[in-house]
């Protein structure tokens, strides 16, 4: 039976989550290069934003538990591979006689006891993280939020990432699915929150950014749906100049698919824009188990990389996983916001950088690390780079330090250690500056944070456990003077007294070691430990701690600040939302319109200040070390026009609605000012450029003051007769009133002509069960019959439907022929569609396909012919399990649309250029397998045309 066979996924409230030098030889390089594609850019924009309640105004719950704790296990934690024969980890790290200094300030940060109150369950693992700022830190856990100041005091009550979310008013808003990031913008202070969606596919990932400096404030808010029905776990960020970039480890199920490269438009986030892009990459995985993660290189320090400089993604490869050596990779992407679709993520000539021999591997199944008793066996999280990949300029050098679990036993039971890798770029190319592995065989050190301070001192946090030894946090490092390959002797943020009982092996999962932007020396950490009363509370109530220490021989950095208010010249009221920049540097101001101190290098500077609806503001200023200057910005109000409205009222060719090479056309505009100032009296002229001749004389529009509704006057203009049919006619609206600058103007860009339909279909004339005439059907074994149906419908009340069947089989729809001319032809259908899959889309069991017909030729699926979905393309691979005669072949399957409910979507298509001059046919098929394991509806097709060029009217 095909139920035996077929398991839908069971969710028992569980958050998925699968969780000297050296030198490479250029063989080796090349050949592993060849094994890793990487997909073209895709790029998309969030399907929600809105502005976030102050944080300081949310509150925490207290619900009442149970007696005996639900367990909220964050972590679906897929099987890996058995360890090797043997360790092969070499270069283990010396120990320096100088001890590393001790905790400055050590305090309790979030807990379970935390989410007792606000859930009534326990989750694990906690996957604390957090970051610095002036006068903050902010934690995240699984699934809270808090912000503390920088004597550990709280200033929020520990808060739901749902309360912060709440006003995008999704269904993602209303959820705590986890895996929370926080980073502190330095460049721009800010903050950013993140955490991703899995109530259904496709997936979703929050962004939330700080207005300002102060984390207790509003946010901006944006959701964005990932471009594929992978799940988007273990999502982890990096600031940089251009962009915020983030990376995730992408699965099918439980089966690990690769990683995800993504580049988020910060220019535009930071300016609370409702519609801010995204760019994306793929790296497949070779194998269904997770390993080779990806990771963004993130900013640390006030000196910014080179202009231009790309964001550096850093990876790692292993021979124990078939790879040709032990490396770290390195890629740059290339994030291009202007023309998303000339972004790269290229692999650096350089890489890979060959170490010395890791092992990566650790017991199967993840029970890896031994507690003493009564404690169970813990997770190494062995198979990724830790997060995060610190870059800094140092001056001399830019340098990227990141680290990952690795094997330190070489028989016997598992012990694990911290390999840190120091990676130096003083020329064009990376180097291996140090690689080395701080632990031994007698205990373990896992999932650790690296970073450098100002000056290159680098400190190390992780996990410690021995056999007798309950969980600690604790830390290393070494000066920049002091020997590479070693490490000062250990000192702990918390000693642990407590044990995490019972099975659940997930420990931590992240780590966060940050640079206080105040001093750019001192470290902050946070981690997960237990007490002996948390560890007999229950099984899973971890704490988490925060601590921060500094090498006493660092001295903070030369800069200067400038700080400073902007107000209305007019009202002499503050400016909120205005942003004060140079360079890469910027702040944004509060209500009361002040910009909090703008810290940078001592430089003289051209400062400027922006914000919509005023002519913008600007200042030279020198700032010396240690010099706090403040500067004031009074800017002008200006008003804002904007296109509410066109029409294409009248033409004296025909009455298409469109523009034609020599139409007389009359149009209306209607203009608002959607500024902070009144302007009038307005004239708008329609240039006689781009195509537009015989505009009239200069329309009147009055005076238009802001939040008055549009006004809409009408224009007289004539197409330049020789314009191209199917150009783009572009109309510049040039706006004048007194005193008004130049170019102020409105865009309008109408194509000229309306496409050449050759073959429409909208299956309302025919009777229900039959097809339209010259359309046929075919159904094999127990495929099926295609019929016209009233169930669904997006114009007139019928539309075309392929059932999704009960038995193997194959449902097939097949078009008249049609001609087509020229070689591209555009195809363009409403589609609706449910077939049977899993709810995370990971089998697609039943599936349909389009395939096309050229002259003689056979029929043949349509992307290999050589055709490209612009939108509305196929799903996935449709499942070889169960005798699906599509098995194997790209289709559509599961939902159409992005929500969690089928929705009717457009596809939109080129035909094969080697369409131009044949007769053409199109074919969907629906391939069923041997049964249904859920009622499903099938393949709905409405509204369908083929359009090849255009046509227009006046004789041309």
């Not at 470290?523 to 220490?549: K, M, P, V």
């Not at 208010?565 to 942003?579: C, E, Q, R, S, Y």
């Not at 800017?635 to 034609?660: H, I, K, R």
């Not at 999704?804 to 001609?819: C, E, K, Q, V």
Request: with cysteine.
């Amino acid at each position: 039976m095909k139920l035996a066979i077929k398991t839908q996924a069971i969710l028992l409230i569980i958050i998925l989550s699968a969780v000297g030098m050296w030198h490479a030889t250029t063989s080796s390089a090349e050949a592993d290069k060849a094994r890793r594609p990487v997909s073209n850019p895709i790029f998309g924009s969030p399907v929600a934003s809105a502005v976030s309640r102050p944080v300081k105004s949310l509150t925490s719950s207290v619900v009442t538990h149970p007696a005996k704790l639900e367990v909220l296990n964050v972590g679906n934690s897929p099987a890996r591979s058995g360890p090797a024969a043997r360790s092969t980890t070499s270069q283990p790290a010396r120990t320096l006689d100088s001890p590393m200094p001790q905790p400055l300030l050590s305090f309790d940060g979030l807990s379970n006891f935390d989410n007792i109150n606000a859930y009534g369950l326990v989750i694990l693992p906690p996957d604390m993280n957090g970051d610095v700022g002036p006068r903050h830190y902010v934690q995240t856990v699984n699934a809270l939020g808090r912000v503390f100041d920088k004597a550990g005091v709280p200033q929020t009550p520990p808060f739901k990432l749902s309360d912060l979310f709440a006003p995008l008013n999704t269904p993602c808003s209303t959820r705590n699915d986890g895996l929370a990031i926080v980073q502190y913008d330095q460049l721009a202070d800010r903050w950013l929150i993140s955490q991703y969606c899995n109530n259904f596919p496709p997936f979703r990932q929050l962004i939330a950014l700080s207005k300002t400096g102060d984390p207790t404030g509003e946010y901006y808010l944006w959701e964005f749906v990932m471009p594929n029905n992978r799940l988007n776990d273990f999502a982890k960020f990096g600031v940089w100049p251009d962009g915020y970039y983030m990376s995730d480890e992408e699965f099918i199920g439980s089966d690990f698919s690769g990683a995800g490269m993504f580049a988020f438009d910060r220019r535009r986030m930071l300016r609370g824009e409702p519609d801010p892009t995204f760019i994306y990459f793929n790296m497949p995985s070779q194998t269904p188990e997770r390993r080779r993660n990806m990771l963004p290189s993130d900013l640390d320090g006030l000196t910014p990389p080179p202009p231009g400089t790309p964001n550096v993604f850093v990876s790692y490869t292993a021979d124990e996983y078939g790879d040709a050596a032990d490396a770290i990779r390195l890629f740059d992407f290339h994030a291009n916001f202007s023309n998303p679709s000339m972004s790269t993520f290229t692999e650096r000539a350089e890489s890979p950088l060959a170490v010395a021999p890791f092992d990566p591997t650790s017991p199967q199944f993840r029970a890896d690390i031994r507690q003493p008793a009564p404690g169970d066996f813990l997770d190494s999280n062995s198979d990724r780079v830790n997060y995060r990949a610190a870059f800094r300029n140092l001056g001399d050098r830019q340098s990227i330090v990141v680290n990952q679990t690795v094997r330190t036993s070489t028989s016997g039971e598992y012990r694990a250690g911290v390999r840190v890798h120091e990676l130096s770029k003083s020329g064009a190319a990376f180097a291996v500056r140090d690689s080395s592995t701080i632990g031994d065989a007698a205990s373990s050190r896992w999932i650790g944070g690296v970073a450098q301070d100002n000056q290159g001192n680098l400190a190390v946090a992780y996990n410690y456990v021995r056999d007798d030894k309950q969980p600690a946090i604790r830390y290393t490092g070494r000066l920049a003077v002091e020997p590479v390959g070693a490490f000062r002797t250990e000192a702990s943020v918390v000693e642990g007294t407590g044990v995490q009982r019972a099975f659940g092996y997930r420990w931590g999962d992240y780590n966060s070691i940050n640079v206080d932007p105040n001093d750019d020396c001192t470290f902050w950490t946070t981690g997960e430990y237990y007490t002996l009363a948390s560890q007999e509370f229950s099984e899973f109530t971890w704490l988490t701690r925060i601590g921060r220490f500094r090498f006493p021989e660092c001295t903070p950095p030369p800069k200067g600040s400038i700080h400073g208010t902007v107000t209305d010249a007019v009202t002499g009221l503050p400016i909120k939302g205005a942003i004060v920049a140079t360079g890469v540097y910027s702040r944004g101001t509060n209500a009361a319109g002040e910009y909090s101190d703008l810290t940078l290098p001592p430089s003289s500077v051209q400062l400027s200040s922006t914000a919509r609806g005023y002519l913008p503001g600007a200042a030279a200023v020198t700032v010396d070390n240690g010099e706090v200057k403040t500067v004031n910005f009074v800017l002008q109000p200006t008003p804002v026009f904007t296109n509410a409205g066109f029409s294409v009222d009248a033409e004296s060719c025909g009455t298409n609605s469109v523009p034609d090479p020599g139409d007389n056309i009359t149009a209306s505009l209607s203009l608002q000012n959607t500024g902070n100032i009144a302007a009038g009296p307005i004239a708008v002229t329609l240039a006689n450029e781009g195509g537009v001749t015989n505009a009239g004389v200069p329309v009147d529009f009055g005076t238009l003051s802001p939040g008055q509704p549009p006004v809409t006057r009408q224009f007289t203009f004539t197409v330049d007769p020789n314009f191209a049919c199917g150009g783009d006619l572009l109309l510049i609206f040039q706006i004048n009133y007194p005193n008004a600058p130049t170019g102020v103007a409105i865009l309008k860009t109408l194509r000229v002509g309306t496409p050449r339909v050759i073959f429409d279909e909208n299956f309302d004339r025919t009777p229900i069960a039959a097809l339209p005439p010259r359309w046929s059907r075919e159904s094999v074994d127990l495929g099926g019959r295609s019929a016209i149906t009233f169930a669904k419908q997006t114009s007139g009340r019928k539309s075309v439907y392929l059932p999704d069947s009960s038995g193997r089989g194959l449902t097939t729809l097949i078009s008249p022929t049609f001609f087509v001319s020229g070689g591209n032809a555009k195809l363009s259908y409403r589609h609706y569609y449910n077939i049977e899959t899993t709810f995370l889309r990971n089998r697609l069991y039943d599936g349909a396909v389009l395939e096309i017909k050229i002259g003689d030729a056979e029929w043949t699926d349509f992307l290999a012919a050589g055709g490209t979905f612009e939108t509305g393309g196929y799903d996935g691979v449709i499942d070889t399990c169960c005798m699906n005669p599509l098995g194997g072949r790209l289709g559509w399957s599961g939902r159409s649309g992005i929500n969690e409910l089928p929705e009717w979507v457009t596809v939109n298509a080129t035909l094969p250029a080697s369409a131009a001059g044949e007769r053409v046919q199109l074919r969907w098929r629906l391939g069923t397998d041997t049964g249904n394991s859920r009622v499903v509806e099938g393949d709905f097709i409405d509204d369908l045309t083929v359009s090849d060029g255009y046509t227009c009217a006046c004789g041309n």
